[in-house]
Each structure stands twice: as C-alpha cells, then as structure tokens.
Nanobody
Framework: QVQLVESGGGLVQAGDSLRLSCAFSGRSFSSYAMGWFRQAPGKERELVAEVTSAGLSTIYTDSMKGRLTISRDNAKNTLFLQMRSLSPEDSAVYYC?????????????????WGQGTQVTVSS
C-alpha cells in the first residue's frame, strides 16, 4: 500500500511563490508516474501537472503553464511542485497522485493512490 503525504500549502499573497512537497512511502517510488491535482470549492478536481516515473517528461495544465515546475527526487521518494506568480484563482486543495499501470494476462488496470491534500489560499 502506498502512502502519500503532502506539505507546503498555506496562505500567501497574490504574486507569491510556493513549493509543495509530497512524501511517498510503501512501494517503489520510481515505478509510479506522479501528479498534482487541485480542487477548488464547487469545482471538479483537475490535473495541474504530472511527471513520468523517471522524471524525463512533464505535462502542465494550460491555465498555469509557465508558472509551474514539477520535479521528483527518486532517491528521496519525494515529489515537488514549485508554483510562481500565484493568483486568487489558484486557491484550492492540492492533491498528490501516484499512478502505475499494471499489465497482466487479463488486461491492464490502474494502481493509483491519492494524498489527503494540502490547502493553498492566495489572497488578493
């Protein structure tokens, strides 16, 4: 079983930067693609950024592209999200996600886990 623990959220002002961390434990970190999602009140959870298991490829949501850097330290089993130039619209609970696809003779299924989330609030 995988455990994910986010940290680094808080209350910041518009224009500030913030770095989120996600500590991974329980299985082999380097086997999982990792991502950050966020969910604002009354809205659906959305992908913010993701990184492949080896850290060689990243994807960012268009709404935050240019203001984000996702990274991972496979030696320390930790995922990071550096956010810059934050605006009130970025206020949400940010969740860490771990995903790997397991292929068996019966097909494929997702081995997926979520953290509890960390609140980010940006004041204007």
């Amino acid at each position: 079983q995988v455990q994910l623990v986010e940290s680094g959220g808080g209350l910041v002002q518009a224009g500030d930067s913030l770095r989120l961390s996600c500590a991974f434990s329980g299985r082999s970190f380097s086997s999982y693609a990792m991502g950050w999602f966020r969910q604002a009140p009354g809205k659906e959870r959305e992908l913010v950024a993701e990184v492949t298991s080896a850290g060689l490829s990243t994807i960012y949501t268009d709404s935050m592209k240019g203001r984000l850097t996702i990274s991972r330290d496979n030696a320390k089993n930790t995922l990071f999200l550096q956010m810059r130039s934050l605006s009130p619209e970025d206020s949400a609970v940010y969740y860490c996600n771990a995903l790997r696809v397991i292929t068996t003779t019966q097909g494929e299924h997702n081995d997926e886990y979520w953290g509890q989330g960390t609140q980010v609030t940006v004041s204007s």
